[in-house]
């Protein structure tokens, strides 16, 4: 019993268009053509060495002349490199005519020293009466030129190249830097429609307007309306928001450019303002169409207290700032951005004449969610029994991209066990697994362990029970799930966007009641409420600083609210900044603490009156592991009947 953690519905623990070319095609032969180079560099070297430095290594050139002395040395040849000194009078005249350097014979016949600086040489050579000849090296000069300096230029050059290529360059990546890195989808190639998004509906009409007037634009014009240059889509990681703008270009029909805000950034000054402009350029000859720009705060966060200078990233900014103001909307050219953090943007980006419109793409609510389901589950094959509408239901919070996952967890868990159609457990099952995580049948409890983690349970379970307006639980199991030994889950029954305080105490409550069985049973605390303890402490605290809930500071915010920040902490909860004294701090302290044991007491007695059901639940999870909606209720049922 590690962690608790409650999801909102979890107690746990506790216990096409022009297609761009193929790299690996535009690769491929380049790799074997470096390749075979290299083979040829280091062939010809080898076979070099081989022929010319190692047959018949030179001898000291002292020893050199004095075979000439001694009339061993008959004949002796001349050139830029050695001094050829022949035992008989026909060394293989030529041989062919073979370039010198890479002339062969046989071993023995001949010797060679490395020339030095001496007239005396050619005294001794004619008081010896020996033959000599200097050899010119006609034959070798354009093969030496070019092993020499055309070879190792060229092979270089193709490296250079072949790396350039590699880091993402046209012709080296460094001539080609500036230019952006959108990925270009042509006119009609973007099959996405507002048919495929769901659960946004209000963030879909407000970017119909977009549409109507790519698609004719003089009805607007004429009257002397002008259509919004940007529309910034705001919201939470995963809902949509990318998926609205492929919408935006497919129900258009016009030419569509997606690029990320980072693609903009690298560590070469300068470049991310050449990539601006080339993408408006580019757009420009392509109008009408729509340039989209994902996580827009990558260049767009607010120069506003930046100490870092005239750095890479303001000056990208500046850039798009200069272009988003120097287009014409009339013609065609449509912005849409994306971002979960508007509340880091800079203030000149969001004024009107840039991005006009701010569209909010929030998560969806019950109705939304079933659209959303339906649509990921159409090519799925489903069971007669599923509900989508329960497991709407069950999925209170979770954005488009959750829901799409959890209908691809239910196909895979179909296929493991070996079934040809999704079934409702299958949608149960994927729930909990992309909530909690994995369940861990191998992990092997402690007797006592497990049974501390059955009374946690069944606490959570039981004062849920009897809280007023508390989600009905669906579901109590030991088994261990992720970080958790245990869960308990609930089951909203509509979406809430307000909680009274009431409520907020019955959460405390509901948090509280794992820890309070653990102690009935064992006359000790253990480490498994530490989650539900930290939940439940942060309550207490937004209670008294945010929601203006406590005796004091009634009424009152203690607390800044970090405007449009969002996916920060809860759900829907933005960020807060501390601003009151120390000594306000000592009394949130000091309530926190009031708060929290005055609900502990509430809540054991609560247990205390339900000990013969406490112990009923907790025996049937430690008998079959796992209690669903029927089987508590069953348990209730029964303690009620015995109780009167």
């Given amino acids: 019993m590690n962690n608790d953690k409650q999801g909102g519905f979890f107690n746990f623990g506790g216990p096409g268009g022009p297609k761009l070319p193929d790299p690996k095609k535009m690769g491929g032969g380049w790799k074997f053509s470096v390749v075979y180079?290299?083979?040829?560099?280091?062939?010809?070297?080898?076979?070099?060495?081989?022929?010319?430095?190692?047959?018949?290594?030179?001898?000291?050139?002292?020893?050199?002349?004095?075979?000439?002395?001694?009339?061993?040395?008959?004949?002796?040849?001349?050139?830029?490199?050695?001094?050829?000194?022949?035992?008989?009078?026909?060394?293989?005249?030529?041989?062919?005519?073979?370039?010198?350097?890479?002339?062969?014979?046989?071993?023995?016949?001949?010797?060679?020293?490395?020339?030095?600086?001496?007239?005396?040489?050619?005294a001794l050579l004619d008081a010896k009466k020996v033959e000599y000849f200097a050899v010119s090296r006609e034959g070798n000069a354009i093969f030496g030129f070019f092993f020499t300096w055309i070879l190792p230029i060229l092979f270089f050059f193709m490296i250079w190249r072949f790396v350039m290529k590699r880091m993402g360059g046209a012709m080296g990546g460094v001539l080609s830097i500036g230019q952006n890195r959108a990925v270009i989808v042509a006119e009609g190639d973007v099959k996405t429609r507002f048919a495929d998004v769901a659960g946004v509906d209000e963030a879909k009409d407000e970017l119909v307007e977009v549409v109507d007037f790519l698609k004719s634009p003089k009805k607007y014009t004429e009257i002397g309306g002008k259509i919004p240059k940007g529309v910034l889509l705001v919201g939470p990681p995963g809902t949509g928001k990318t998926l609205l703008a492929r919408a935006v270009a497919g129900e258009a029909g016009v030419c569509f450019f997606r690029m990320s805000g980072a693609d903009f950034v690298e560590m070469f000054v300068g470049v991310g303002a050449a990539r601006v402009r080339d993408l408006f350029k580019q757009a420009r000859e392509k109008a009408p169409c729509i340039i989209f720009i994902d996580e827009l705060d990558a260049i767009g966060k607010s120069r506003f207290n930046n100490f870092s200078g005239n750095d890479e990233r303001e000056q990208t900014l500046n850039q798009l700032l200069v272009e988003m103001d120097g287009f014409d909307a009339s013609s065609g050219l449509i912005i849409l951005a994306a971002t979960n953090r508007p509340d880091v943007l800079d203030a000149a980006l969001l004024r009107p004449g840039r991005f006009d419109r701010q569209v909010l793409v929030d998560r969806p609510d019950l109705s939304g969610r079933e659209a959303i389901l339906k649509i990921h589950s159409k090519d799925v094959k489903l069971d007669a029994s599923v509900d989508l509408e329960l497991v709407a239901r069950g999925t209170s919070g979770f954005a488009g991209a959750d829901l799409a996952n959890i209908v691809n967890e239910a196909a895979l868990l179909a296929v493991r066990a070996g079934r040809r159609l999704v079934s409702q457990p299958d949608f149960n099952e994927a729930i909990e697994k992309v909530a909690i995580g994995l369940q861990k049948k191998t992990r092997v409890l402690k007797p006592e362990e497990r049974r501390l983690t059955a009374y946690h349970e069944a606490g959570h379970a039981l004062v849920t029970a009897n809280t007023p307006n508390a989600d009905p639980v669906t579901k109590i199991s030991i088994i261990p799930r992720g970080f958790a030994l245990g869960y308990t889950r609930q089951m909203p029954l509509e979406d809430r966007y307000t909680i009274t305080q009431s409520d907020l105490l019955g959460q405390i409550d509901i948090l509280l009641g794992g820890r309070i069985a653990e102690e009935m049973i064992s006359g000790e605390y253990s480490t498994g409420a530490a989650n539900d303890l930290t939940r439940a402490t942060d309550i207490a605290r937004k209670m008294i600083t945010d929601y203006g809930m406590s005796e004091r500071f009634r009424n009152v915010a203690l607390t800044s609210r970090s405007a449009g920040s969002l996916g920060t902490e809860d759900h829907h909860e933005p960020m807060f900044q501390r601003e009151y004294a120390e000594s306000t701090q000592q009394y949130v302290d000091e309530e926190i603490a009031r708060i929290v044991e005055s609900r502990f007491a509430k809540t054991k007695n609560t247990l205390d009156n339900l000990r013969e059901t406490l112990d009923r639940v907790a025996a049937a999870l430690l008998e079959k592991e796992t209690l669903d909606e029927k089987e508590f209720k069953a348990l209730l049922q029964t303690s009620a009947l015995g109780q009167c």
């Fill in 37 to 122: 180079v290299i083979v040829l560099f280091f062939g010809i070297g080898l076979f070099n060495y081989i022929f010319t430095n190692n047959v018949n290594p030179p001898i000291p050139y002292s020893e050199f002349k004095q075979k000439i002395e001694s009339g061993e040395i008959i004949r002796v040849e001349m050139n830029d490199s050695f001094f050829i000194g022949y035992t008989n009078k026909n060394p293989a005249q030529n041989i062919f005519k073979i370039p010198q350097n890479l002339r062969y014979t046989s071993p023995g016949n001949y010797y060679r020293a490395v020339p030095l600086n001496d007239p005396a040489l050619i």
